[in-house]
C-alpha cells in the first residue's frame, strides 16, 4: 500500500477510475449499439473530444479526480496532445504547434507500434 494513503483512500481512489472509465467505455459502447457509427469514427471522436477538452482546461481537473480511469482511455491521448501542444506553443511559440502532440503523444505511440509488431511477429493471422 502507498506510504500516507489509508486503505479507505485507495478503495475510494479505485472506484473513481473504475466508475470514470467505465462511463467512457459505456458510452462508446452505447454508441456502436445504437448508432451507424464505425468503432473508428468513435475512437477518432474520442480523441478529438479529449483534445478540445484538454485545450479548455476542463479535462485535467477530471483526471486529477479520476486518475486512470480518465487518463488511460482515449480521451485522455487527447487531453495529453493538447497538454502539449500548449506547453510547446508557450515554449516555442508556432514551432511547438507542430512539435508538442509528438513530445506528448511520444511513449503512448511507441508503445503501441512496439506491441503491434510484437503481436505480429508471435502471432499468425487468419481468414475468419
Do not use: N
Not at 470514470?20 to 468513435?42: E, K, W, Y
Amino acid at each position: 500500500m502507498k506510504e500516507g494513503k489509508s486503505e479507505l483512500e485507495l478503495i475510494s481512489t479505485y472506484l473513481k477510475c473504475f466508475l470514470v472509465g467505465g462511463l467512457l467505455c459505456a458510452a462508446g459502447q452505447i454508441l456502436i449499439d445504437r448508432t451507424g457509427l464505425t468503432p473508428a469514427r468513435i475512437l477518432t471522436g474520442y480523441v478529438v473530444t479529449g483534445v478540445v477538452l484538454g485545450a479548455l482546461g476542463v479535462y485535467q481537473p477530471l483526471a486529477d479526480w479520476a486518475g486512470a480511469g480518465a487518463t488511460i482511455p482515449l480521451t485522455g491521448f487527447g487531453s495529453a496532445l493538447a497538454r502539449g501542444v500548449r506547453e510547446a506553443v508557450a515554449e516555442k511559440q508556432w514551432l511547438g504547434v507542430f512539435t508538442g502532440g509528438f513530445t506528448a503523444g511520444a511513449a503512448g505511440i511507441c508503445a503501441a507500434l512496439i506491441f503491434g509488431c510484437l503481436a505480429a511477429l508471435l502471432f499468425r493471422s487468419r481468414e475468419k
